[in-house]
């Protein structure tokens, strides 16, 4: 597919080469002038003027000055420029024509998607996000969701820094215990705007957050709704876009490990400390000349390419618009990399009262890796007397001779430039998402449409594991190849209809309509053990290996919703609004006493500042607005609500005693599963002030998760086998605070704007249903979700510095003056008696720190100078702790590499946080050192980063007619190029292990320092 893409692309290009020499070779009426602000004394450089029904155009310079040469003396040109009204004038056969542009900053007026509609920005009652499209592009990511870090109040994006990886998106929250994914909608499409889809395609999003903005999606809205709209067509001449990004993407250097010198001497100290005789891989064997730096070994320098063309254009009845796209991103980490090759057709025609068109992209995406291991964490672990490869390591098991310690140098980390020969684990998916609608104009204020979306994908997965160890004591095992190939599609099939009345000072618009939508995805999975190698190259399919062969397929997705929805906004006298929006979900995944449900909202608005009482020079627009209602999600799968069957059971019957297959129920299911509802309040207001230049809007949330999935204890002996049930029984509250402001100056030289927003989220559970007497939370691991905290807040021991003394350990007792400590010593950890009964247990466990900021802001600052433009993005978050569990594991001691700057305890070393060092090994003071469950790894982790700058440069309009090309710009940017933080690990920004340890680092990937320089143009 990429190749036939290429080839399209390239059609296109040559298409685009013949349109450029139609354009500038022509001749006819000559028009100059200068174009100036309002106030005519300031000229505006960067404006483009174009011939009207021709792709004959110019741009003024740096004194406002421009030359055109046009086909005709009555012609007209349209002369345009961000934030500017756009004007069309006629020449009449002038040849200078001088032009003082007005400034457009007003944007009440625009036009915001909601879902089934498109409403005045000023008539909004709910909780919509705008994200400006030229934030998101001056970014280099994976997906949409990576693009949106720190550009909207109350959407939290954690980014992992891997090819091809997901964004972890979150608005205001977590309403589960099990899924907090937003629902996506791509031009009308109910889909996955995963790294499949090409960030470049989108033209606008918007981020509805509370009932009001989402409820027109019912039963899939509580997490948020991102409505992505992607490019179109527009009327006029054939025009040919293109972008060129390449970027070199490197790693945040983390934590400084010990050489081998270093580490051998560290390690005999160690050794020594405990009364031990130190390993002769570090005294008789020591061989200075092995000196492995594992992070070196396993990363590298980085790459991104990122290319664009479309080509666009249409008539007043018909447009259209096709674009193709390459990305590929070379990771730092060795063997990883992602590509992205994709094709998009979107076009409208009008033919008198009926319109239709389609939007469609068709993508194919590849990513590489080994599959398994964590370089971020086995690079600092493993330890630097191993040698990546040596002949003295080769075995019948490791015929290549890969690193993997020995007895005297025992290390349980990963080789991973081992694992990286070793496996290889391929994904691709060739993936289709689109929509084609028919829309028919029944009466001036009456419209239907009919909206059919498609989701589909073909993917496939190939897993290869060649002869060879990467681990120390690693079980034998064979060679083989794994395969699954799956088929995925989602079709959905819309109904609605559209009407907008006025009746004097009444407007009434809304919508109504019926959706559904059914879900598939079926897997077939296929392995062979012992891959046949030729001349050291294995073959790769199944058929090619000669051992054991194996199938089997997945539990299938396949499910169906369809419901009934509406939206009633009324408005009176452009001041008073009211709101009406509800939906009517059933769902299939639920049992049929739980299947459908009702989904409302309700919202008004009241712009005081059209009021006769208020009358402002310095208030342009003051606009009050609250909502209330309920969402729902759905967090089971397609057969949860039906129990398992164990078709393995045997029993003996009859005289012939003959074995019977019998059945057993292997899991107890709850038939009453239905959706997790959230009851959504806001409250804010929106406002603008010196003609729009200042805009200003706060909300005030409270949402109430009601009916949250939980897994309740039942019994073995009921039947239960197969893991507990779960049940909707708990509940989680999220309240907060969001702001938004933006300031634009406009006229002049020098132009600008910035905007920030910040957010707090308070979240916390409610209840956590019936888990047995007294136990109101749910454990997992190091983190306690516990009524009235938030969820997976550190449970952890409390520690109080170090023991400085034999007198401090006999002196830390408990009430009845028993030592707290028995097995410390001088050097070791003080960790607190909490429940005060003497002992250091699993009961002195306490609430130490939240993975949840109390705050997260982000700031965008966009100029403009002649032709200079500039993009600056910055974001931070604050009041929030990460367990670092690579930190854990290198702090222990134990079979691992040790920091350069590791500074143990001694009797002559006593100001220091670091214990004293030796080998755990019958020293229970050592053990509880390196406890996991110790607030000793937990590491406050707010940040300040400079999440992107940007530097352009427009080219003068004499080069570019030189080269045939109009609007040309080149820039150079730096992501995440400066990051101010107190964490120690590579990123404070971490993604976790899923909701319940959200801030658990055990190696995540951090943000990548991304230089790019890059250019654009239109022919």
């Known amino acids: ?121 000023k008539d909004l009652t709910g909780a919509t996000a705008v994200v400006g499209t030229e934030n998101t592009r001056a970014v280099t990511a994976n997906s949409i969701g990576e693009s949106l870090q720190g550009l909207a109040p109350g959407v939290t994006v954690r980014n992992p820094g891997g090819p091809g990886q997901d964004a972890q998106v979150e608005i205001r929250g977590v309403a589960s215990f099990i899924n907090a994914n937003p629902l996506y909608v791509i031009d009308g499409m109910i889909a996955d705007a995963n790294v499949t889809i090409n960030p470049n395609d989108v033209e606008s999003i918007q981020i509805l957050k509370d009932a009001s903005a989402a409820a027109i999606y019912g039963s899939r809205a509580a997490n948020g709704v991102i409505i992505v709209t992607t490019k179109q067509g527009r009327e006029g001449p054939a025009r040919v876009s293109a972008t060129a990004k390449f970027g070199i993407q490197q790693l945040p250097r983390g934590y400084d490990m ?269 392995s062979r053990t012992d891959l046949q190698s030729f001349g050291g190259r294995y073959m790769e399919t199944i058929g090619s290996a000669t051992g054991e062969p194996f199938a089997d397929g997945y539990i299938p997705v396949d499910f169906s919703i369809a419901g009934y929805l509406g939206r009633v906004n009324y408005t009176f006298d452009d001041k008073y609004l009211l709101t009406f929006t509800g939906r009517y979900d059933s769902d299939s995944r639920f049992g049929a006493d739980q299947r459908s449900r009702f989904f409302p909202s309700i919202a008004a608005g009241w712009r005081i500042s059209d009021e006769a009482f208020f009358a402002s020079n310095f208030v342009t627009d003051l606009k009050l607005r609250g909502s209330y209602g309920e969402l729902g999600i759905v967090t089971v799968g397609s ?35 239905g959706w997790e509802r959230r009851i959504s309040q806001n409250y804010g207001f929106d406002a603008s002030f010196l003609d729009g230049r200042i805009s200003l809007s706060a909300e005030y949330y409270n949402s109430l998760s009601q009916d949250v999935l939980v897994n309740l204890p039942v019994a073995f002996y009921l039947g239960n086998l197969g893991g507990e049930p779960a049940v909707n029984a708990a509940s989680i509250r999220n309240r907060g605070l969001e702001i938004e402001a933006a300031y634009r100056k406009l006229g002049g030289a020098f132009n600008w704007d910035i905007s920030a927003n910040l957010t707090t989220i308070n979240n916390r559970v409610e209840d956590v249903g019936n888990l047995g007497e007294g136990i109101n939370y749910i454990q997992t691991g ?18 109080d510095g170090i023991f400085q003394s034999q007198e401090e350990v006999n002196n830390h007792r408990g009430p009845d003056g028993q030592l707290i400590q028995p097995h410390a010593r001088p050097g070791d950890v003080r960790f607190l008696d909490i429940n005060g009964d003497g002992q250091i247990n699993q009961e ?127 820039f150079v940017s730096g992501q995440n190029l400066l990051t101010f933080t107190r964490y120690s690990g590579p990123d404070p920004d971490v993604v976790g292990n899923g909701i319940l340890e959200r801030g658990f680092d055990m190696g995540n990937w951090p943000a990548n320092k991304i230089f790019s320089v890059g250019f654009q143009c239109e022919f």
């Open 782 to 799: 190091i983190t306690r979700t516990q009524i009235g905290r938030s969820i997976g807040e550190w449970y952890v021991l409390k520690t």
């Open 1 to 121: 597919m990429k190749t036939n893409l290429l080839r399209a692309v390239g059609l296109i290009l040559l298409f685009s080469c013949s349109m450029m020499g139609a354009a500038f070779a022509q001749s006819g009426h000559v028009v100059t002038g200068q174009v100036v602000d309002k106030s005519g004394q300031e000229p505006i450089p960067g404006v483009t003027i174009l011939e009207k029904g021709t792709s004959n155009g110019a741009v003024t310079d740096m004194d406002g000055n421009y030359s055109i040469n046009v086909n005709s003396e009555n012609a007209t040109l349209i002369f345009t420029f961000l934030q500017m009204t756009t004007m069309e004038i006629v020449v009449g056969g002038r040849t200078t024509l001088n032009v003082e542009m007005e400034e457009n900053v007003d944007e009440l007026d625009e036009f915001v998607v909601i879902g089934y509609q498109t409403v005045r920005k």
């Open 844 to 970: 002195d466990r306490t609430f130490v720190g939240s993975p949840w900021p109390t705050l997260q802001a982000g700031s965008q600052f966009n100029a403009s100078y002649g032709r200079f433009t500039l993009n600056l993005q910055l974001m931070g978050v604050f009041g929030y702790s990460v367990m670092n569990g690579v930190r854990r594991e290198i702090d222990s001691y134990q079979n691992t590499n040790f920091r350069s700057d590791i500074s143990p305890w001694t009797p002559e070393n006593t100001n220091t946080s670091d214990p004293r060092l030796g080998i755990s090994v019958g020293d229970p003071g050592l053990i509880d050192n390196a406890r996991l469950e110790s607030d000793r790894w937990l590491e406050d982790a707010s940040y300040v980063r400079l999440r992107n700058v940007e530097l352009g440069y427009r080219l003068a309009p004499q080069v570019s007619e030189r080269w045939g090309i109009q609007n040309a710009r080149v």
């Open 258 to 526: 010990m050489n081998s010198t270093q580490f051998a001497e560290t390690q005999r100290r160690q050794f020594l400390n405990s009364g031990l005789t130190p390993p002769t891989s570090v005294t008789d064997n020591f061989d200075p000349n092995i000196n492995t730096n594992w992070y070196d070994e396993s990363t590298r320098l980085g790459n991104v390419q990122d290319y664009n063309v479309s080509i666009s254009g249409g008539s007043q009845s018909s447009t259209y618009l096709i674009s193709g796209s390459y990305f590929k991103n070379s990771g730092e980490l060795i063997g990883n990399d992602f590509e992205r090759a994709a094709l998009r057709i979107n076009s409208r025609t009008t033919k008198g009262r009926v319109t239709f068109g389609e939007n469609i992209v068709l993508t194919n995406s590849v990513r590489n890796s080994p599959g398994m291991g964590n370089p971020f964490y086995d690079a600092y672990v493993n330890l630097p007397i191993i040698p990546v490869q040596n002949s003295r390591y080769i075995t019948s098991s490791n015929p290549d001779g890969w690193g993997i310690g020995t007895p005297d140098a025992v290390t349980y980390a990963n080789n991973p430039v081992a694992l990286n020969a070793i496996n290889s684990y391929r994904q691709e998916f060739a993936k289709i998402v689109g929509n084609a609608f028919l829309d028919v104009e029944i009466a001036n204020w009456l419209t239907y449409r009919f909206n059919a979306g498609l989701e589909t994908s073909f993917d496939h997965n190939q897993r290869l594991r060649r002869a060879g160890e990467w681990h120390f004591n690693q079980p034998a095992a064979p060679t083989n190849v794994i395969e699954d190939r799956s088929r995925y599609s989602s079709i959905l099939l819309e109904h609605t209809l559209n009407f907008q009345k006025e009746i004097g000072r009444h407007n009434i618009n809304g919508v109504v309509g019926y959706s559904e939508q059914h879900t598939n995805r079926n897997v077939l999975l296929g």
């Open 639 to 673: 057969w949860d609500h039906i129990g398992f069957l164990n078709m393995n059971p045997r029993a003996i019957f009859g005289p012939d005693q003959s074995p019977y297959v019998g059945a057993t129920q292997a899991r107890l299911a709850n038939p009453d599963l």
